[in-house]
Nanobody
């Protein structure tokens, strides 16, 4: 199965504002939500933000007001704009549909917030 491909920056200083990208290799037919997930060391993977096909966005409280999700359908790409990063945002970030397609998880992209 072809997987999502995430990319972005590795080490970011607190307060930084990087952007992550995710190439979606799948057809979007039948996908109602695309989301960004993250997994911190020793913790379970969690959904942090998702966007519906009608553009509605849902955030978890910890990133509300700091993260933005967007899509470029021509490029089959989903973006995560992150602002005012905090050390607790350190995690591996993944994209997937929501609910997630289990066989399509990519390698993720590490984001480490540290000075």
């Amino acid at each position: 199965q072809v997987q999502f491909v995430e990319s972005g920056v590795g080490l970011v200083q607190p307060g930084g504002s990087p952007r992550l990208s995710c190439l979606n290799p799948r057809s979007t037919v039948g996908i109602h939500y695309m989301g960004w997930y993250r997994q911190a060391q020793g913790k379970q993977r969690e959904l942090v933000v998702r966007i519906a096909i009608d553009g509605r966005v849902t955030f978890v409280d910890s990133v509300k007001g700091r993260f933005t999700i967007s899509t470029d359908n021509e490029k089959n790409t989903v973006y995560l704009e992150m602002n005012n990063l905090k050390p607790e945002d350190t995690a591996v970030y993944y994209c997937n549909s929501n609910p997630p397609a289990q066989g399509y998880w990519g390698q993720g992209t590490q984001v480490t917030v540290s000075s």
